[in-house]
């Protein structure tokens, strides 16, 4: 992975304010992805990391402030929208349709694709990556592992052709063996030049596939830097790398 930022802003989070009813989940939170970076956004569970995600992906609409996206204001926009701009959202435990089949779980993350014959190469190259989807493409996505989900969930988003992958939590719940196997995925879609904002627990190992870093704390941006600072940060060493 390259440490060295392209310095092509993608993404940029401006002054964000977003809130559950009376309760203020973001409290004026700014953040800046270049293209072809990995950044991860660590935090504590509570600090407002899955609701920044959302309100970038549209899924929440921030009280203030402003997402833009390659320039454009799209703050507020439909998130089917957003999508189809090119930000795509993994969430926090895979979102896929369980009763569904691996193969049609694959073929809705191209659904606002019309180019059938690159989707259906596409769909066999992930098929290739992960033997095991390959096996089970007929059976429903709710007997796979959650490792085996996750790579799924991951694969069914690189079907939608994103320009920027908003991955959340993608190793929660999953052993280390398979923690391993998404982080390598992981390296490999940014290897491909997607570019990725990564909201991950396990802080050395966002860290050390990223370019950049931002801690949340209570709503609120507390740090930001290049990963490599930020993994010799004393404070992220105290509250997240201690147990890692």
């Known amino acids: 992975m390259n440490t060295e930022s392209s310095q092509t802003g993608m993404l940029a989070v401006e002054d964000v304010v977003t809130a559950y009813g009376q309760i203020v989940a973001l409290k004026g939170v700014s953040l800046e992805v270049n293209e072809g970076d990995v950044v991860c956004l660590l935090g504590a569970n509570g600090a407002g990391k899955t609701t920044l995600i959302s309100t970038i992906s549209g899924i929440l609409r921030p009280r203030s402030g402003r997402v833009r996206f390659q320039g454009q204001d799209v703050t507020g926009l439909k998130a089917s929208r957003i999508t189809g701009m090119g930000i795509v959202q993994v969430p926090e435990g895979r979102g896929i349709f369980t009763q569904m089949s691996v193969h049609e779980n694959l073929l809705m993350g191209a659904h606002l694709r019309n180019d059938a014959a690159a989707v259906q190469s596409e769909i066999e190259a992930a098929y290739a990556r992960f033997p ?25 988003a690189l079907l939608s052709r994103p320009k920027l992958l908003l991955l959340d939590e993608p190793s929660m719940g999953l052993s280390p063996i398979m923690v391993e196997k998404v982080f390598d995925t992981i390296r490999q879609i940014a290897q491909r030049g997607v570019t990725i904002l990564l909201v991950e627990q396990n802080a050395r190992l966002a860290l050390e596939i990223s370019n950049r870093a931002y801690v949340l704390a209570n709503g609120e941006m507390a740090m930001s830097g290049s990963a490599s600072e930020l993994l010799k940060s004393d404070l992220v060493q105290e509250a997240y790398l201690g147990a890692a």
Do not use: D, I, T, Y
């Open 132 to 156: 095991v989807l390959a096996e089970r493409r007929a059976q429903k996505a709710g007997v796979l592992s959650g490792g085996e989900q996750q790579m799924l969930a991951l694969e069914r």
